[in-house]
T-cell receptor, first 112, second 113 residues
Framework: KNQVEQSPQSLIILEGKNCTLQ??????????LRWYKQDTGRGPVSLTI?????NTKSNGRYTATLDADTKQSSLHITASQLSDSASYIC???????????FGPGTRLSVLP | SQTIHQWPATLVQPVGSPLSLECTVEGTSNPNLYWYRQAAGRGLQLLFYSVGIGQISSEVPQNLSASRPQDRQFILSSKKLLLSDSGFYLC????????????FGNGTRLTVT
């Protein structure tokens, strides 16, 4: 069964600190993996996309990694800001191009 | 630029009442359209998707239905709501290319009482 798991379920950090969120997937065949940020009460917004051949990709203070062999991805946030408080969702698209499998998300709270 | 509108933002409905949620997309043609439901602590669940006018695929059997009367309009409906229909409903669109992301609306919080 295609699944996406994320850890931790929730995370609290102080402003300015770094953090890393984890995503493990069993989706096969694999097309790409995206990280989305979802603010409370809003729709998710795409942060970055990782394809099979990519290992690392950065988008400002966000850096995503992908290990296609172990089927793991991480999202690293550097120098966190209060506005980073949100849920971060890992989404994997299968190679047929239509089936998005969503992880349950990690709820990040950045405190002053 | 492309935008997606979803309304209403919140809705409180009694059990057994009908439902109609609407979603429209601007700035693109022939988008793929999706309805998702999000439960707390769980991943988004795909309810319906459409690749064209009048073409609806259902992923989960339930008392909800969807329609696409126009290219950029997607409607989620129910004739009689159940308590279990409460949740956060998200509409999304994307282009048909495999690297195209999902673009989400801001969701509708539905509470069935």
């Amino acid at each position: 069964k295609n699944q996406v798991e994320q850890s931790p379920q929730s995370l609290i950090i102080l402003e300015g600190k770094n953090c890393t969120l984890q995503c493990n997937y069993t989706v096969s065949p694999f097309s790409n993996l995206r990280w989305y940020k979802q603010d409370t009460g809003r729709g998710p917004v795409s942060l970055t996309i990782m394809t099979f051949s990519e290992n690392t990709k950065s988008n400002g203070r966000y850096t995503a990694t992908l290990d296609a062999d172990t089927k793991q991805s991480s999202l690293h946030i550097t120098a966190s800001q209060l506005s980073d408080s949100a849920s971060y969702i890992c989404v994997v698209l299968d190679n047929y191009g239509q089936n998005f499998v969503f992880g349950p998300g990690t709820r990040l709270s950045v405190l002053p | 630029s492309q935008t997606i509108h979803q309304w209403p933002a919140t809705l409180v409905q009694p059990v057994g009442s009908p439902l109609s949620l609407e979603c429209t997309v601007e700035g693109t043609s022939n988008p793929n359209l999706y309805w998702y439901r999000q439960a707390a602590g769980r991943g988004l669940q795909l309810l319906f998707y459409s690749v064209g006018i009048g073409q609806i695929s259902s992923e989960v059997p339930q008392n909800l239905s969807a329609s696409r009367p126009q290219d950029r309009q997607f409607i989620l409906s129910s004739k009689k709501l159940l308590l279990s229909d409460s949740g956060f409903y998200l509409c999304a669109w994307r282009l048909s290319s495999y690297n195209s992301p999902l673009h989400f609306g801001n969701g509708t919080r539905l509470t069935v009482t």
